[in-house]
């Protein structure tokens, strides 16, 4: 006769909510279940029932069954897109190196739901051959309304070693500096201010509005951005840095904040549409202030 004591039941572990948004992830980065239960020790059914919860249906089996790599030498090169992504990781990318105490190497981008199509630029600059699948997540502005935004990650040690190496760094929000092969690229900037910039008219005085691009990072990346724009302007006095707690703010506002949008987003060909529209209508105006 079989007894509790002799077939004592498996004990069930619950598993994180990070747990599961990492499986999550990784599944849409393109591995199989069985792959991501035995790495988690967990079973399969376990991976398709947090799919489920997070509204990921399952890959059909010829979905599984195509391979579509990543490109990982997407960063071994400066290009105008490559310089461009890598200023735009270190606004707003996030690079992943531990997870449960285990060492990894992943990063993912975040962004509001209403430039999703911005990520789908990415996805098609890394993983070319992809149709991207994003994560999507509500929250509560500090306004007190809800708000969305959508995430996508990839997995891929080159490209995550080639990031570090232009100075993008996993916790790196006060720590930024981009590296010196890099730091004077025109493109680099431009992705840097379209993740954590402002491209804007702003209230100058009773009478007009004027052109005005600021941009806001740690102290060293400010410094960086202020030499960049002294070394395009050096008949000007060099943009003040202003310290804000553990960030810095660089403004620059006028005939030269339009000749910078010129500079950063003059016949480039990839841009958050959005803000390469307000340059535009800068350098068309010829900085000129806009009235009441």
Not at 257 to 262: D, P, R
């Amino acid at each position: 006769m079989s007894t509790d004591s002799q077939h004592p039941k498996k004990k069930r572990i619950n598993q994180s909510t990070e747990t599961k948004e990492m499986a999550c992830v990784r599944y849409l980065d393109g591995e199989d279940g069985a792959t991501i239960a035995k790495s988690m020790g967990v079973g399969k059914t376990d991976i398709y029932k947090w799919l489920r919860s997070h509204s990921i249906l399952p890959r059909s089996n010829s979905e599984s069954n195509r391979h579509t790599p990543i490109n990982d030498s997407a960063f071994s090169t400066i290009t105008e897109e490559s310089a461009y992504w890598a200023g735009f990781f270190m606004a707003d990318g996030c690079l992943i190196d531990s997870h449960m105490g285990k060492a990894i190497k992943k990063f993912e981008m975040g962004l509001a739901s209403v430039d999703v199509n911005h990520l789908v630029k990415l996805s098609k600059f890394i993983r070319p051959e992809h149709t991207p699948i994003f994560r999507h997540q509500r929250h509560i502005n500090p306004s007190g309304s809800i708000g969305s935004h959508v995430t996508i990650a990839f997995n891929s040690e080159k490209i995550f070693d080639d990031l570090v190496n232009l100075g993008i760094t996993p916790r790196k929000s006060y720590t930024a500096k981009a590296s010196e092969c890099i730091c004077m690229n025109r493109d680099f900037w431009r992705g840097v201010i379209d993740g954590d910039g402002s491209v804007y008219w702003s209230k100058n005085n009773p009478d007009y509005y004027a052109p005005t691009i600021c941009l806001i990072g740690s102290h060293n990346l400010m410094n960086q951005f202020s030499s960049f724009i002294f070394h395009h302007f050096p008949d000007t006095r060099k943009p003040s840095v202003i310290a804000q707690r553990n960030i810095s703010r660089v403004r620059v506002t006028g005939k030269r904040a339009s000749q910078l949008a010129n500079i950063l987003y003059g016949n480039s060909t990839i841009y958050l549409d959005r803000k390469h529209k307000s340059a535009m209508e800068m350098i068309a105006e010829a900085g000129k202030p806009r009235l009441h």
